[in-house]
């Protein structure tokens, strides 16, 4: 009898199908590889002593394992005429990004609650207007910044960085609290309202308790975008405020003396270090707030 | 008064950070627009003499390769990273024992700093010490990948970086994506003897169409903005070979010390970001009011 499926002789045999799941993790662990290999590239590097790494290869393991190059580029390396490491401007990225990041997201929290809670006209306008500037090119905005910034007196100055990068933050973190809060029945907050709980009660003992993991996926988002950032660091620092990842790009592009690519490395890892442990801790989030930037943006 | 105060609280705490948005964003691209149509250079100046700034933009040989770096980089950078990013979706959702570790691994690039992505790579691709030199230490003597030097090649190891970088980004997506699928339809379509590829490219796939466009406008946005992994992996050279619109205005505004090619540069960016960024919010906007 004729077969009517046109599909069934093509079925795989049992032991095809053993195969088929043994390339499939075969592929799957080929791009593990290549996803791992550049940071087992930087950290074997950055392990090497520079004879070694002239000699030997780009996999190869240390035969001698070294820390030289990790002292050197945390206190020693030099970028450009001042040879203090990385260490100062680890610190000035954490002076910039720890207030960066409160700021922004209680200022999305309060702009969320708002849009999302006491709708009056115009309401959804503000969130449209605001909204779009999450997209446009920082370029745009930073010849105009940078006077602005020496108009009032904090040009080249963290306190300067901070505002920039609140400022530029908070059309996302309005974006994540809105969201986040627009789907608390309004009836929370009208019933509030009639037992007499005023604005800013409802917001502190009714919507900031619910909101601990919208807390967490907006701190972390800002605070990886606010370390990464490297376009307003070196658009609006000056030596000594600059942030980790000007100071990084700094060292591996000094031109004096010999290039010690393990002490880039090096550099390079510790500039990574802190979003890299993030990531590891609370990866749930992390992703959270990528797609909730993206999706629903 | 006191009744007052209380309904206009919500608008008076909205104020601030509204009226920071209409100065730091909406005032901010009216000064570059301005300016960009004057004949400013070290300093901003205000008479309006039309476009000549976009005259000499565009007949800036610098300005033709940044701008037809960002097509090249652009259209690999997305098409391959969402080609990518699918595959790797589709591989992890076929059960797989290690789907939590594998998918840690592919996406942690996305928590780095692009200079130190650059950094990496410019290491990694270093012809005299990198690579290159590896294999050949292999034996493979006659070995060359020097793209990272080469003035017709270097844009493509911005290309590699950037996917590198962001791939894992767009499986995330895509894997989400593939989880909502009504797992009933997919049940129907196996028990009917159809296979899992055609499962995937007559179903699965179709029904994604949000996701792709969500990935393409993420992904165009990153591509147009690229400028720290430019300045970390090639510095924008060999020469000027791997310039993108936002290095030629970096270099513009605060190298080269010309007000009026940045502010033009940064117009144009601003320009290709609204023909794609517009329309997409437009829809995402009205389909939220419905």
Known sequence: ?297 | MIKWLEDNTPKMVLAPSFIAVLIFVYGFIAWTAWVSLTRSRLLPKYEIEGFIQYDRLFASPRWDTAFTNLFIFGILFIVIAMILGLLLAILLDQNIRTEGALRTIYLYPMALSMIVTGTAWKWILNPGLGLEATVRGWGYENFTFDWLVNPDMAIYTIVIAAIWQSSGFVMALFLAGLRSVDGEIIKAAQVDGIPTWRVYTAIIIPSMAPIFLSAFIVLSHLAIKSFDLVIALTGGGPGYATDLPATYMYAMAFSRGDIGQAASSAMIMMMVVFTIVVPYLYSELRSKDG
């Open chain 1, 1 to 297: 009898m004729a077969d009517i499926s046109p599909y069934t002789e093509a079925r795989p045999s049992q032991a095809g199908k053993i195969a088929l799941r043994w390339g499939l993790y075969l592929l799957l662990g080929l791009f593990a590889i290549f996803y791992l290999m550049p940071l087992f590239v930087m950290v074997m590097t950055s392990l090497k002593s520079l004879d070694e790494i002239r000699t030997g290869d780009l996999i190869s393991l240390p035969r001698e394992v070294t820390f030289d190059a990790w002292r050197t580029a945390w206190s020693g390396a030099c970028t450009g005429i001042q040879c203090e490491g990385m260490r100062p401007y680890f610190w000035n990225s954490m002076l910039i990004a720890i207030p960066g990041v409160a700021i922004s997201t209680l200022l999305g929290a309060m702009n969320g609650y708002v849009i999302s809670q006491w709708n009056f006209r115009g309401a959804n306008i503000i969130f449209s207007l605001m909204l779009f500037g999450c997209f446009i090119p920082f370029q745009v905005v930073l010849l105009p910044m940078a006077r602005m910034l020496g108009m009032m007196g904090i040009a080249g100055t963290i306190p300067g960085l901070i505002f920039v990068h609140v400022i530029y933050g908070l059309g996302f973190t309005t974006l994540f609290f809105r969201n986040y809060y627009v789907s608390i029945p309004s009836e929370l907050t009208k019933a509030a309202k009639v037992d007499g709980a005023g604005f800013f009660r409802i917001f502190w003992s009714i919507f900031l308790p619910l909101s601990i993991p919208i807390i967490v996926v907006t701190v972390i988002w800002q605070f990886t975008q606010i370390w990464n950032d490297f376009l307003f660091g070196v658009s609006f620092s000056q030596a000594g405020t600059q942030p980790v990842t000007v100071a990084l790009n700094n060292i591996v592009n000094s031109t004096t003396g010999v290039k010690e690519y393990n002490v880039d490395m090096a550099a390079a890892i510790i500039a990574a270090l802190p979003t890299l442990l993030v990531y590891v801790v609370a990866g749930k989030y992390f992703v959270r707030g990528l797609t909730a930037g993206s999706v629903k943006g």
